[in-house]
């Protein structure tokens, strides 16, 4: 069975951007209608905030980011092999 590798997302929905200068590019960039029309941050929320809440949910079970990542990398893997 042949394998066919995806098209490179980021470029085709046209998200071939360097990277941000500085923190208020990168959230300007988050920000909706900047990036994708909902953005992935809202209109007041904080990027500091949301990463400090994300890494006591980790500490509180007791994982670490590079487990979490593992296991997308898992996912991510047994999809593109059924696709």
Do not use: V, Y
């Not at 042949?2 to 997302?9: D, E």
């Amino acid at each position: 069975m042949k394998t066919t590798t995806p098209p490179n997302r980021s470029r085709r929905h046209g998200f071939d951007l360097p990277p941000p200068a500085n923190d208020d590019e990168l959230m300007r960039r988050l920000r909706p209608r900047a990036s994708s029309h909902l953005g992935l941050l809202g209109a007041t929320e904080s990027l500091a905030e949301i990463l400090k809440n994300d890494a006591d949910c980790l500490e509180r079970l007791e994982l670490t980011r590079s487990e979490i990542a593992e296991r997308f990398s898992d996912i991510q893997q047994r999809a593109m092999r059924k696709w």
